[in-house]
């Protein structure tokens, strides 16, 4: 069965501590990896998509990677305005997203 | 350039009446999605649309749920008879569908829905 699992469900981080948010999945014959910021009471903001492994992507201080198992979304030196849920999601078939339970990341100033 | 825009934002209904919620896609964009999140979860796929066929329903989308797209342009999503475990984020989602970015789903910001 597809599922996609990721942790940890929260994280707390003290500004400019980088820390990484795991997303693993079991689906047979990866079609994309889609990384999504969601903030509270709004909607999903796209961030990347991966389609290979060993391919990597970044944007500001985040960086995602993958790998045949999983995808890992590091933070670096995180502020406090980046905290939000982060969703990671894999494409089933040629459109349909089936989406993990998110990450929420707090970052104290 | 203007992202996928849905309304209402947020309605508040009794138990046993009917919804509808609206969804503008990125214009050109002829896929169109639907799906519903609760506190806490992922985003659960309801429906896909492919210009004004809808190809897909989930079987999370009851008798009382449909969805339409006339035209292929804006798309609606009706609830009727609605129930408590109905409350949920509604979310409206459009892609391109082809092209080296075609695959990218942009969501809108949510329809919410409170039944009491």
């Known amino acids: 069965e597809d599922q996609v699992t990721q942790s940890p469900e929260a994280l707390r981080l003290q500004e400019g501590e980088s820390s990484s948010l795991n997303c693993s999945y079991t689906?047979?014959?990866?079609?994309?990896l889609f990384w999504y910021r969601q903030d509270p009471g709004k909607g999903p903001e796209f961030l990347f998509t991966?389609?290979?492994a060993g391919e990597e992507k970044e944007k500001e201080r985040l960086k995602a990677t993958l790998t045949k198992k999983e995808s890992f979304l590091h933070i670096t030196a995180p502020k406090p305005e980046d905290s939000a849920t982060y969703l990671c999601?894999?494409?089933?078939?040629?459109?349909?997203?089936?989406f993990g339970a998110g990450t929420t990341v707090t970052v104290r100033a | 350039d203007t992202g996928v825009s849905q309304n209402p934002r947020h309605k508040i209904t009794k138990r046993g009446q009917n919804v509808t919620f609206r969804c503008d896609p990125i214009?050109?964009?002829?896929?169109l999605y639907w799906y519903r999140q609760t506190l806490g979860q992922g985003p659960e796929f309801l429906t896909y649309?492919?210009?004004?066929?809808?190809?897909?329903k989930s079987r999370l989308l009851s008798d009382r749920f449909s969805a339409e797209r006339p035209k292929g342009s804006f798309s609606t999503l009706e609830i009727q008879r609605t129930e408590q475990g109905d409350s949920a984020m509604y979310l409206c989602?459009?892609?391109?569908?082809?092209?080296?970015?075609?695959?990218?789903?942009?969501f809108g910001e949510g329809s919410w829905l409170t039944v009491v």
């Open positions: 989602a459009s892609s391109l569908g082809q092209g080296p970015s075609g695959n990218t789903i942009y």
């Open positions: 689906v047979s014959g990866l079609r994309g």
């Open positions: 991966l389609y290979s």
């Open positions: 999601a894999v494409v089933l078939g040629d459109y349909k997203l089936s």
């Open positions: 214009s050109e964009h002829n896929r």
């Open positions: 649309f492919q210009n004004e066929a809808q190809l897909e």
